[in-house]
């Protein structure tokens, strides 16, 4: 009899194909199909892995697309964690993929949530499921039914004479036999059937439970309980993905997810962005500005997702927002130095630090610089032109992106 595969279908992201971890083996050796949408395969641009892909992958994968139904409630759903913002097409594909073959495995979505934080899940298994459940012990409780009500039929059916017959015999018995002979008798039965058993020995000598082997039988005691219980039921789906985002919608729409280990994920840590003012949070981890109060206030912090669909977010007990740099006075405009193309032009106070001084995320200047660092390529370190960032002055900045503010230091002397 073959051994029952822990998982029947997994979902691929784009992460575990370029990683290549798991392997295909140990994908196969754990799954009964491997299921991804198209869009996935078409992102591996790296001629390597796409030669890998296609020559080990391709042949045991099956290319899905979801219906549109099952990408409105998993892009609904994602809305209401706030994760749909960082969320790509193919990445509602993908949810959306292991959401529609949930729903076909299990007979619908009565495992799932509807909502962030639902207590409980939408509802109870099929009737089918339960019905299946109770023919086993309906049986059993016939045949037990049948196996006591027989030997009532026979008894009937034995004449009177036999019945009588061994009652007069043993009431003889009674009556001729003194108490120390029924003490006598009572005793030499009991002991002959132990020694009849061929388990005696082995039963008088582990019967008893004594400091030496307590462990031994603690260990067996909770084998033989714990085995339906820990017992590994076969997933019908479960999604393997590195995204955070799709790990956070997974997790609080009781979707299974799958470590590279091919376990089952159940609490999911990773970071987000709080705003210290207004605290309001935000998944997009590029963000400088909060969405809602429009000050660069965002902090990082962490945030927990457990198996119960529950979020929680991580703050320290004594928390002390630095004011370092917050209070300066602006230096005045001067005339040709706001468009920027006079190099050069008075402004920006001494040695020009004021100038190009980004306050707020709707301001030309920021809108500028964001559209230059899209525009920007990534730069090879073997080029002989490269500069490392500690020479051009980038290094100081988080991720080279523009500088808000006017620095912690800009409140200290300058020196003349």
């Not at 009532?152 to 004479?161: K, M, T, Y």
Request: hydrophobic share 30%.
């Amino acid at each position: 009899m073959e051994a029952r595969k822990a998982t029947h279908t997994i979902v691929l992201d784009a992460g575990p194909i370029l990683k290549n971890e798991p392997a295909i083996s140990s994908l196969l050796a754990q799954s009964e199909a491997l299921v991804t949408v198209p869009s996935v395969i078409a992102e591996i641009r790296d001629d390597a892995a796409r030669s890998r892909v296609e020559t080990t992958l391709l042949p045991f994968l099956t290319l899905r697309n979801p219906k549109p139904e099952s990408v409105k409630t998993v892009a609904d759903f994602a809305r209401k964690t706030g994760d749909y913002e960082v969320l790509s097409r193919p990445d509602l594909q993908i949810l959306a993929l292991a959401y529609e073959l949930e729903c076909e495995r299990n007979g619908g979505d009565w495992r799932l949530r509807k909502a962030p934080g639902q207590k409980g899940v939408n509802g109870a298994p099929p009737k089918k499921v339960e019905e299946a459940d109770e023919e086993v012990p309906e049986r059993d409780e016939e045949t037990a039914a049948d196996s006591v009500s027989s030997p009532v039929g026979d008894s009937e059916e034995a004449p009177q004479s036999q019945v009588e017959e061994p009652l007069e015999k043993s009431l003889q018995d009674l009556q001729m036999s003194s108490p120390s002979e029924e003490v006598k008798d009572h005793a030499e039965a009991i002991a002959i059937p132990a020694e009849e058993t061929p388990d005696s020995e082995d039963s008088g000598s582990d019967g008893w439970i004594t400091p030496s082997n307590i462990k031994k039988q603690q260990a067996k005691d909770s084998n033989t309980s714990t085995k339906p219980v820990h017992e590994q039921k076969v997933m019908q789906v479960a999604t393997m993905t590195t995204d955070f985002a799709m790990q956070n919608v997974l997790l609080q729409m009781n979707l299974n997810l799958l470590s590279p280990s091919l376990q089952r994920v159940r609490h999911l840590k990773t970071y987000m962005l709080r705003c210290h003012a207004c605290f309001a949070t935000t998944k997009d981890m590029s963000r400088q500005f909060c969405s809602r109060c429009g000050q660069p206030t965002l902090l990082r912090v962490s945030c927990s997702t457990l198996d119960s669909g529950e979020f929680r977010v991580h703050l320290k007990r004594n928390m002390q927002w630095n004011t370092r740099g917050d209070r300066f006075s602006i230096p005045k405009a001067a005339h040709g130095s706001a468009s920027g193309k006079v190099k050069g032009a008075a402004g920006g106070g001494k040695g020009g630090w004021g100038q190009g001084l980004i306050l707020a995320e709707d301001q030309k200047e920021y809108v500028r610089a964001m559209t230059e660092t899209k525009r920007r390529k990534e730069r090879d370190l073997m080029d002989e032109d490269h500069l490392p960032g500690i020479l051009t002055g980038e290094r100081g900045r988080a991720g080279g992106r523009p500088k808000v503010g006017g620095g912690r230091n800009v409140n200290s002397k300058k020196r003349t």
